[in-house]
């Protein structure tokens, strides 16, 4: 009887702290278009699998009256659960409760369920809905964020890291999600930024919405700080089980096998590039056209779009594919799209993913906003990133591989380990017309007619250099290939490396051009 009793108590105490902030809170929460913190676990893990610690932690706050304050889990809820059968660990914050600010027992709940995922090398997934660092409890905030950047980091490619922003995430808080490997933002409902409105107001007297500042368009779009955009918290989970079904849940993990399906007849793959070399098309469809069941999960699809990587399965297996997109300024390298690629090419190799790149573009980007944006640095991400990748690395040049740009992407000379090209490849130093003005510069002025005489000298370069003979002859490229190889030739270039070994040499780590 006794026992019944106290388990009696047990429920009516969990049913108290388990409304957080409170009915009135609660409300404010949801017409503010927001799910609750809990009702945004269950929602995504599998169901009946969700369980929780720390319910009863309490904080100990004495300044600002807090002492008077009771914070139900003090403002974060954690726990371990399951997505597809497989555990994961979860925390989210409890904007119902202090605005789920951030104080020093909130920040040890999250740093323990940060050290479980990390000790039984499974993903940790994050959700972040708080007005930053609990400003009554001064420095032991400051120390919960700092405790919380460190283990994000120590996780960084152990992992996988998965950040959700599901409402404000203000100050420092910003840095953790930053740190992960993937940021997930819903319209009008995430928030972003180290300085807000209010602080931006006084010191620089200039007025900004917080949309405008940091909203979810102004991450996905200009920042490049979220990788996936969604229109509601629902197809947001949607994307989050999506990727998971992608990527592996540690770095001695595979990603989960799926059945190996043919690309849909509608990807007619050499119906796609244009003959005419200046005319664009979009690269995606070539992914399609190789990929199983022409699947292709983009990755920080709306940001630096002339880069576009993502997820796709060869013979069930995924692969990260790396590409410039014709269709957005011609595919050229610049500062954005060079940091794209190499975060996405780091993430690859320390998950043990093979990567496909493909292979179509101008250059570099010319330009003194370029320059002074720090193209040289940026672009030496993607020389290091491809250099350092030991995982599988697969590159067909379909068209144009000129310059730097062909280097960058994926050569034989950063380690590929197949290097392909389609009979349309163009890998030349630079374009027939800006080589053939420079080579045949005098030639051109001096001719009777040199209109005409440039022409013929941009048809000799052509002849000359525009095809993938050249590369062919000294090695550089491994076979001229049919589009319609493409997919085959990947396949077994992926089979033959899948026991792929080789090493970097010994050193406590490079120093990247971060
Ligand atoms: C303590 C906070 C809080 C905070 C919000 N609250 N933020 N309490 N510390 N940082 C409390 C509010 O007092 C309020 O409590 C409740 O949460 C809900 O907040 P509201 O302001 O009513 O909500 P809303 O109008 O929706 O505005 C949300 C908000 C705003 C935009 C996030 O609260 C805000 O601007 N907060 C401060 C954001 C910020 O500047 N954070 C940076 C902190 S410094 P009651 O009791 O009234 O319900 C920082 C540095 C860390 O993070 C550096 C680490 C390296």
């Not at 429920?11 to 404010?28: D, F, P, Y």
């Not at 098309?281 to 940001?303: L, N, T």
């Not at 799209?337 to 250059?363: E, H, M, Q, W």
């Not at 000298?457 to 525009?466: D, G, L, N, T």
Request: proline share 5%.
């Amino acid at each position: 009887m006794a026992l019944k009793k106290k388990i009696q108590e047990l429920k009516k105490k969990r049913e108290l702290v388990q409304m957080g902030g409170g009915e009135k809170a609660i409300e404010k929460q949801i017409a503010l278009g927001k799910l609750t913190a809990r009702e945004r676990i269950l929602k995504l893990l599998d169901e009946n699998s969700f369980q929780e610690y720390d319910l009863f932690v309490e904080h100990e706050a004495r300044d600002f009256d807090m002492h008077k304050k009771i914070l139900h889990g003090d403002g974060v809820i954690i726990g371990t659960g399951s997505v597809y059968g497989k555990s994961v660990c979860i925390f989210a914050q409890d904007f119902t409760v202090a605005g789920g600010s951030l104080g020093l027992m909130h920040s040890r709940k999250i740093i323990k369920i940060m050290d479980h995922a990390l000790k039984m090398r499974v993903p940790l997934i994050g959700i972040n809905d708080s007005g930053g660092a609990r400003i009554q409890e001064g420095v032991n905030s400051l120390a919960g964020y700092g405790e919380i950047f460190f283990r994000n980091t120590l996780s960084s490619g152990v992992i996988p890291q998965i950040s959700v922003i599901l409402g404000p995430c203000a100050g420092g808080a910003v840095y953790s999600p930053a740190l992960t490997d993937f940021v997930f933002v819903v319209n009008n409902i995430s928030k972003m930024f180290i300085t807000g409105p209010e602080v931006i107001k006084t010191v620089l007297g200039e007025e900004i919405s917080m949309e405008d500042l940091g909203g979810a368009r102004v991450h996905s779009e200009i920042t490049g700080n979220a990788h996936f955009y969604a229109e509601s918290e629902n197809e947001c989970f949607e994307q989050i089980k999506k990727l998971m079904t992608f990527i592996p849940w540690s770095n001695r993990d595979k990603p989960i096998k799926q059945e190996s399906r043919l690309p849909l007849p509608e990807y007619d793959i050499e119906n796609i590039v244009p003959d005419d070399p200046r005319q664009p098309y979009d690269i995606r469809d070539v992914v399609r056209s190789v990929a199983d069941g022409s699947e292709f999960f983009e990755v920080q699809e709306s940001w630096a779009k002339n880069m576009v990587i993502g997820f796709a399965r060869m013979n069930g297996e995924t692969c990260g594919f790396i590409c410039n997109q014709p269709l957005v300024l011609a595919g050229v390298l610049d500062v954005d799209s060079s940091d794209k690629a190499s975060r996405f090419i780091r993430y690859c190799d320390a998950f043990n993913i093979p990567i496909i790149t493909l292979v179509d573009l101008p250059g570099y980007l010319p330009g003194v906003d370029q320059e002074h944006a720090g193209v040289i640095r940026h672009g030496a991400k993607m020389l290091y990133a491809y250099s350092e990748a030991t995982i599988p690395k697969m590159t067909v040049i379909l068209r144009k591989a000129y310059g730097g740009g062909y280097i960058a992407m994926g050569s034989r000379h950063l380690r590929a380990d197949f290097v392909f090209a389609w009979p349309t490849a163009e890998i030349a130093v630079m374009g027939p017309e800006g080589a053939a003005n420079i080579i045949f510069r005098k030639e051109i002025m001096n001719a009777e007619n040199p209109e005409k005489m440039r022409k013929e000298k941009v048809e000799e370069y052509k002849q000359k250099f525009a095809n993938p003979y050249v590369a062919a002859a000294r090695g550089y490229i491994d076979s001229v290939i049919e589009p319609s190889e493409t997919r085959n030739i990947l396949l077994h270039a992926i089979e033959v490396a899948k026991q792929k070994s080789v090493s970097l040499p010994v050193k406590k780590h490079g120093v990247p051009p971060f």
